[in-house]
DNA sequence: AAGTGGTCTAGACCACGGA
DNA sequence: CCGTGGTCTAGACCACTTC
């Protein structure tokens, strides 16, 4: 018997192969279980399956087309610092640098949606791949959202794990870029002269209300994300 | 009625609210169809949606439990150069600076998993946004995959545009880092002294065949990339 | 109006894996 | 063993959208 994963499969094969062309018509359910001898159910948890992983789109009385592909895409999962380093043998070490409850400066109320007379809690901290610097960490914790952040030191445990087990989070933004450091990087990293610094900002949410927004600086030389990206789930 | 839909973001709501903790075991799917007054069946959609989204971890018989977040993830689109630079009203150029077919130095064969005696399609073109150098594009096209490739010019159309439309592929991998830029990297891209570059490889594959591999050097003073990911589908 | 996808139900059997 | 999730079928009705 055919299960819907093999149907996934067949369908996946004709569009790899070019037989069911990016941008064409493809048949329609009722016909491929007639082809399969499954239920149209069964035929439409298949493609559905493969429009969820974005290889077809669907319109009722329109049918179903092989999605025209415009970009490309690059999922990277980001793990806890500590986790990164430890995983490929280094020696992790935290620091803590300042840890206060300020009124936010306008930039990061931009960030973070917040009014200029609330108050959030503003984290430095270094953390150290073998004794070397490896990211700074410049964060804003909404307390307003996240109000037990007030009891933690985050003497011990850093925020950014800190608030990953602790508080949930509904969506992210996050900005890649490449710059020259500022004074104040140079200082903590120990860059070597001209070493320029990759620089991850992200911002998450839980519904509507922001929760953090941080600024991770890593020095050039000695960081990148590596991802590896399935054009089509395996199923 | 409840659809799948309703209880899906039932579901979403209860772990979002922490009712069930991160890590936590939650009610078997027949408990839940209960509790809705539907189908199992259509409390199974819902959860494998979940699934499917990265907040629930399924194993037969041990049930169902809220996955212990540890990384973060961040999605990106990476459109066509020109498709970008067009849709914010920029004024795009496009420049081919070489072709040509040769045997693939040592480095980029580890790359595209091909022999020494093996030739390959080399392509450095740039890219315009307003008159400035905006992209420096440095590709290989592996022929024994693409041939293709051999009848096409790249005058008029990138590689990149121009991989993207003619050839599927099924998996990819991206390295995303800052550095600073080689003698090269300058000489096109004009720089400011020293402005960091942002660096972008790939390398796509079809099933087990390497397509392309390409470096993309962007001034890192005038790019970034910019994600906005949900946590879970909306559905 | 009619074609196409979206979804539900009731019942059934299977597959995995923890106790 | 047996509880839990995985999946199928047959039939039905609905929802959207193009013709």
Redesign the pocket.
């Known amino acids: 018997?055919?299960?819907?994963?093999d149907i996934h499969n067949i369908l996946l094969e004709r569009i790899k192969s070019g037989e069911w062309p990016q941008g064409g018509l493809i048949p329609?359910?009722?016909d491929l279980a007639l082809e399969f001898g499954?239920?149209?159910?069964?035929v439409?948890?298949a493609?559905?399956a493969l429009?969820d992983g974005g290889l077809l789109e669907?319109?009722?009385?329109?049918?179903?087309r092989v999605i025209q592909r415009l970009t490309r895409n690059a999922h990277f999962q980001i793990p806890i610092v500590r986790h990164e380093i430890e995983k490929r043998g280094g020696n992790y070490k935290y620091l803590l640098i300042g840890r206060e409850e300020v009124t936010v400066p306008q930039k990061v109320q931009a960030e973070l949606a917040i009014g200029p007379d609330e108050s959030a809690l503003h984290i430095l901290s270094l953390h150290f791949a073998d004794g070397k610097p490896y990211q700074l960490e410049d964060r804003w914790i909404a307390l307003g959202t996240v109000p037990l952040a007030r009891e933690e030191s985050f003497d011990a445990i850093s925020p950014n794990e800190w608030l990953l087990q602790q508080v949930p989070y509904t969506n992210a933004e996050h900005v890649f870029r490449a710059a020259q450091p500022t004074p104040e990087d140079d200082d903590h990293l120990k860059l070597a002269p001209g070493e320029p610094v990759f620089i991850i900002e992200r911002t998450t949410w839980l519904s509507d209300k922001a929760v953090t927004h941080v600024r991770l600086v890593h020095p050039g030389h000695s960081f990148q994300l590596v991802t590896r990206d399935q054009n089509a789930a395996t199923l």
Chains 1, 2 share one sequence.
């Open positions: 018997m055919r299960s819907y994963k329609a359910e009722a499954c239920t149209r159910v069964t439409n948890r493609m559905q429009a669907r319109r009722r009385k329109a049918g179903t």
